[in-house]
């Protein structure tokens, strides 16, 4: 049973670029996060997305960034015209669909996004 | 609105030893759930344990048991006998399940710095 893939591990971009970063859920999980970690610092939560539904997008910055997650595929987190501080460990999370309980998420490795 | 704090920025403890790392949280919601994840130098997240506000039992998973103490809003987790893995940043989550859905984001706390010494 396959865990939470994120790719690529490790991301390099200029400022001005567009980052792409890619998350497969756990086999059975229907619900995506994606949290971002500056360094030296606690993650801090972007945005919940469903099948083809944004759940919940309050942590995320008003401009240049958007994310999806299609019917089919990953989840898709895009950045648009990089900046510096865009430098951070960006983690996608799944969980499953809800059965009334707790539901526990689950971490992807991460994407190392570095801004030159 | 939901805060997390972790007091304990570093700490080193010795192989063997138990060592419990600090958590308190701040809601007004009723019902939510708190978590601890494990995160080693090589940067995953692993999950390490889970309670829920309405459980009445300290959850414990292995060598893992977090002390949850609901009117002190404290939910700290207690490793006993320390290995040399355990070396890694600690953080503290929590979760509104006020909805009922189970399924809403997740607040974390800055993190602890755990090493364990030989």
């Known amino acids: 049973n396959a865990g939470v893939m994120q790719n690529p591990r490790h991301l390099v971009r200029r400022r001005g670029q567009e980052a792409r970063l890619r998350c497969s859920p756990m086999?059975?999980?229907?619900?995506v996060y994606w949290y971002r970690q500056l360094p030296e610092e606690g993650l801090k939560f972007m945005v919940y997305?469903?099948?083809?539904?944004?759940?919940?997008e309050s942590g995320m910055p008003k401009e240049r960034f958007s994310a999806e997650f299609p019917k089919e595929g990953p989840s898709i987190l895009r950045i648009q015209q990089v900046v510096r501080g865009d430098s951070a460990a960006y983690f996608c999370?799944?969980?499953?669909?809800?059965?009334?309980?707790?539901?526990?998420?689950?971490f992807g490795p991460g994407t190392r996004l570095l801004v030159l | 609105a939901q805060k997390i704090t972790q007091t304990q920025p570093g700490m080193f403890v010795q192989e063997k030893e138990a060592v419990t790392l600090d958590c308190t949280y701040d809601?007004?919601?009723?019902?939510?759930?708190l978590f601890w994840y494990k995160q080693p130098s090589s940067g995953e997240m692993i999950f390490l344990i889970y309670?829920?506000?309405?459980?009445?039992q300290n959850a414990t998973e292995g060598r893992y048991s977090l002390n949850f103490q609901k009117a002190r809003k404290s939910a700290n987790l207690v490793i006993s006998a320390s290995q040399l893995g355990d070396s890694a940043m600690y953080f503290c989550?929590?979760?509104?399940?006020?909805?009922?859905?189970?399924?809403?984001?997740?607040?974390f706390g800055t993190g602890t710095r755990l090493t364990i010494i030989p």
């Open positions: 999370a799944s969980s499953p669909p809800t059965s009334g309980g707790g539901e526990t998420q689950y």
């Open positions: 086999k059975g999980h229907s619900h």
């Open positions: 997305l469903q099948k083809e539904n944004i759940i919940d």
């Open positions: 809601t007004s919601d009723q019902s939510y759930g």
């Open positions: 309670q829920g506000s309405y459980d009445e």
């Open positions: 989550a929590m979760r509104d399940d006020s909805t009922g859905f189970g399924n809403e984001k997740l607040t």
